[in-house]
Structure formats: structure tokens, C-alpha cells
């Protein structure tokens, strides 16, 4: 299943849902993220567990004048450290599929996750991917790293692609299509991403990444179009069909990232991977339709 839009990931998780997916919320007291949650739950496409000062739940709850709260499952805890470690302790225990930030603050809910004791850390790396629909192209695009690792080296990007694979996976991608972008698709000695490009796409032809189809270095017009891709007589199966772009350093992705919202009228979901379970962790200015996007994606997981 290739994803096109969020709006096609949206009319796939009505019709296909069996099970509901459980989403662990952490101090869902701002009205975006309580908005989105519980917009989903009316649709039947998640179940919450809205972990916090349940009279401040409820209050929320109030102004977005749902009143019928009976159902819902909310776990009274204060204290932001003490909401963190309750909600990872949830999801370690197998009460859900998916954990979300709310009013909290970041460092404060990952220094639970990565906790050695007592926390769900899976893989050696955590990384963001950002999930973006953009009018220019044909399909989602997943961008990654442009939240967390700062300047991976070739061993941290590896981990970097892997958790993304994993994701696009899970997504039901049978050969995810990964560009690891340069300035150019030519070898440049004297530029560390260029050789890592060539050295991840090497890593590649050796089935270290499975059944997915890497391609590197590649430039960005290349990567998004076959038009491009053929005035400069470039063949590739990833020239035009990228499924995710591995950036070289956050500022690059972050860059990117903005750019496709800012100039290219983009719409985008965003999850922390490298957990047992997809982590959704947007900024306080980000929109109840991106917290929305970041939730169906997870749930479709």
C-alpha cells in the first residue's frame, strides 16, 4: 500500500480498522491536541487514554463541549515527571500502541522513555520522521532526520533508515524507495554526506536494508522528478519515486521540512521512532490537523 494523501490514509483507517488502537496521551490539556484525540475517537479510528490532573481533563473536555465523558478512560496523576513515567509505564505494560505528548514538555517525557529501568527504548537511536503531502507530489514523503540527531555519522544514519523502514513497513511498503540527498548525484570526495550516500547505497546492495531500494548521493530534483531525472539522462528507480529522503544533518531536514510546509502548501505529520511504540511529539504551535495526521499515521502502524 502505497499512501497518496492524508485523506486516502484517513478513508483506509474507517474501513480497515478491526481493533482500535490504544493512544496513550500525556497531559492532554491543550485544546489541539485534546481536539485531535478526540475527533479521532468519535470516528472510531483510536481509543484514548488521557493520562493527567483528571479535573483539568475534564475541563477540557467542557470547552470543547463534549459532555458525555462516562466511556473515556482518564488517569488521574500530577506533576509533569509523574505524568511522563505513568504514561510510559502504560505503554510498557501493554495498555497501548501509541504514546503521545500533550502539555509537557519534551525533555521531560523522553527522559521516561529512555529511562534503562523502566522505559520502552527499542532501538539504539531515536529519530524523527516527518510524514509530508505536498500539491508538487504524487504520494506522502517521509523526511527524516530533521527533529532529533544532530550530525549523525554513517553508523547513526544506518539507524536513522532503519527505524524509517521500519515504519514505511509496518505501513505495508514492500520496497520503500529511499534517497540519501547531496548536492549532487556525483561522488564528492571532499563532502562526508556524499560518501556516506555511497556508502549507505553500498549497504544496500548487500540486503542490509532488506527489500528496499536505496539510492545515493541523489539531489533533491532528482529524487522528487522523473522529467528532471531524464533531461539529465539519470536512471534510477528512486529518480521521481522517492518514498523518504535521509537528510545529511538536522538543519538540512529542518530546512526541507519547513520549506515544503512554508512555500510548497504542505500538510505533515511527525513521529519520534526507535521505541516499542510510534511516538507522537509535535511543537506547541502545531496544528490539531497535524496532530491529527501524526495519529493516523501511528494508528496505521
Same mark, same amino acid.
Given at each position: 500500500m502505497i499512501l497518496e494523501s492524508f485523506?486516502?490514509? %484517513?478513508?483506509?483507517?474507517?474501513?480497515? &480498522?478491526?481493533?482500535?488502537?490504544?493512544?496513550?496521551?500525556?497531559?492532554?490539556?491543550?485544546? &489541539? =491536541?485534546?481536539?485531535? +484525540?478526540?475527533?479521532?475517537?468519535?470516528? %472510531?479510528?483510536l481509543f484514548p487514554i488521557l493520562v493527567g490532573e483528571k479535573i483539568k481533563i475534564l475541563e477540557g473536555l467542557d470547552e470543547l463541549s463534549i459532555t458525555e465523558t462516562s466511556t473515556l478512560e482518564i488517569v488521574d496523576v500530577s506533576g509533569e515527571t509523574e505524568i511522563a513515567e505513568k504514561s510510559v509505564s502504560l505503554i510498557r505494560q501493554g495498555m497501548g500502541d501509541v504514546l503521545m505528548k500533550g502539555h509537557i514538555q519534551t525533555r521531560d517525557l523522553l527522559k521516561a522513555v529512555v529511562n534503562k529501568e523502566k522505559g520502552i527504548r527499542k532501538q539504539s537511536?531515536?529519530?524523527? +520522521?516527518?510524514?509530508?503531502?505536498?500539491?508538487?507530489?504524487?504520494?506522502?514523503?517521509?523526511?527524516?532526520? #530533521? #527533529?532529533? +540527531?544532530?550530525?549523525?555519522?554513517?553508523?547513526?544514519k544506518q539507524a536513522i533508515l532503519m527505524n524509517v523502514l521500519d515504519l514505511t513497513k509496518q505501513l505495508g511498503y514492500e520496497k520503500t524507495k529511499v534517497a540519501v540527498l547531496d548536492a549532487s548525484e556525483n561522488v564528492n570526495p571532499k563532502l562526508q554526506a556524499s560518501l556516506d550516500a555511497e556508502e549507505l547505497k553500498k549497504r544496500s546492495e548487500i540486503g542490509m536494508f532488506g527489500e528496499a531500494i536505496v539510492e545515493g548521493p541523489i539531489s533533491l530534483d532528482l529524487s522528487l522528478s522523473t522529467e528532471i531525472a531524464k533531461e539529465k539522462e539519470y536512471e534510477s528507480p528512486v529518480a521521481g519515486e522517492a518514498d523518504v529522503l535521509l537528510v545529511s544533518d538536522i538543519v538540512s531536514g529542518n530546512?526541507?521540512? %519547513?520549506?515544503?510546509? =512554508?512555500? #510548497?502548501? #504542505?500538510k505533515m505529520a511527525g513521529l519520534v521512532l526507535g521505541a516499542t511504540v510510534p511516538i507522537i511529539i509535535t511543537s506547541r504551535g502545531s496544528t490539531a490537523e497535524e496532530k491529527i495526521n501524526s495519529l493516523m499515521i501511528a494508528c496505521a502502524m
Open positions: 485523506a486516502a490514509l %484517513k478513508k483506509h483507517l474507517s474501513t480497515n &480498522q478491526d481493533k482500535l488502537k490504544r493512544v496513550v496521551v500525556a497531559n492532554p490539556t491543550d485544546s &489541539q =491536541t485534546l481536539s485531535a +484525540v478526540m475527533s479521532l475517537y468519535d470516528e %472510531k479510528i537511536v531515536l529519530s524523527h +520522521v516527518s510524514i509530508n503531502e505536498i500539491p508538487y507530489y504524487h504520494k506522502l514523503l517521509f523526511l527524516t532526520d #530533521g #527533529g532529533m +540527531v544532530l550530525t549523525p555519522d554513517i553508523d547513526t530546512l526541507l521540512g %519547513k520549506s515544503m510546509m =512554508t512555500f #510548497g502548501n #504542505g
